[in-house]
């Protein structure tokens, strides 16, 4: 009887013992996900924004010691213009910042800071969640890997570099489309939508899974590649699959070896990573205004640092410039490069911008540089998609432009 008795009790603390493991490892992935579905409520979404790695899984990037080399920004400061002009009506510019739930808004001049300013409880040092401006992050590593030979041409295929996504919907399309965001891929980028294909996404980063192998699950297309632009998420994805199978390195690290060590900063940025380490490379990248600042000088220096060439100049002129084809929505007047934007009558200007009020505006003829970041949860909700917001902020950044190039 005691025999059975201590064989039962060793049964039973083995089950305490795997049953503590489980509820802990789901505890985890259960805590992730529900961090997920809360990431943008109102009480939370200005902290959410700031503090991604409490949330998330997460990786560092290497910066260096050149920060020293770099140094910081000077600083000239003075006030933005009052006004500003769309739709064939004046704004008032501060109060339509604080409309758009601004919580960071810094300007450069001529490679000084002629303003900065932090809102609603945000501090100069927070790293801030730069969601798709991170697309544009790659397609400055991309340049530097065919610059360095490691990619041989834009009309290569994907699936040269990544077999595994031969059975999907991605076999046989050109790099060059998937840069341009003309893929042809069938993906619902519906924030608002609980099923639609990027919440799925969200969901596997949160849970721990795969990106790649969600990205290889895509077998449905919407079109043929390169007849028209859709904004589908999951090209970014794919573009860092191949960068990655073709230098053999991380996102962390290339970004790191190639970029970040050499424009320097004073703060550790970061990834968001899925549950294999593998960077979230179409939104996670997490940096201080002032880092987003410069490496928007250093694309408006021609992807010069400090004499340094960190990004080829013809890939910055390139990648800059509108490639990819019409939208398949005739509504988005917005035209397309390598992973930047280029809006409607553009005198050289580009910019960078991710969903909530993210942007880097750059206008090389004015010398001006244009960072700002929000928490807008009403992005999107202007009838349009979020297509006239996005425009209006444009022209608040042509009237900061204009402001400081006549000073």
Partial sequence: MRTWIRWSLRVLSVIVVIGAILVTFNWERLLRLYNANTLF???????????????????????????TANGEFENSLSPLPQTYDFNGKTGNVYQRLEQLATTSLLVLHRGIIVHEQYSQGTKKDDLRISWSMAKSFLSAMFGIA???????????????YVPALKQSAYNGVKILDVLNMASGVKFDEDYLEYDSDINRMGRVLALGGSMDEFAASLHERER???????????????????????????????????IWSKIGSRHTPYYLTDGYGVAFALGGLNLTTRDYARFGQLFLNNGKSVGQQVVPAEWVNQSTMVSAPPSADPADIMRYGYQWWIPPKSDGEYFA????GQYIYIDPKADVIVVKTAANRQFRNDGQSGKSIKLENIAIFRSIARHYSQL
């Fill in 41 to 67: 409520a109102q009480e939370h979404i200005i902290g959410n924004f700031s503090n991604m790695k409490d949330l998330f899984l997460w990786k560092p990037i290497k910066v260096g010691n050149n920060f």
């Fill in 146 to 160: 065919i610059a360095d030979g490691k990619i041989s041409n834009l009309d290569d295929t994907v699936t040269r």
């Fill in 224 to 258: 043929e590649a390169g007849s028209a632009r859709q904004y589908v998420s999951i090209d970014t994805h794919v573009l860092a699959m191949v960068l990655r199978a073709a230098t053999g390195k991380s996102l962390m690290d290339y970004l790191g070896e190639k």
């Fill in 353 to 356: 911008v991710g969903i909530y």
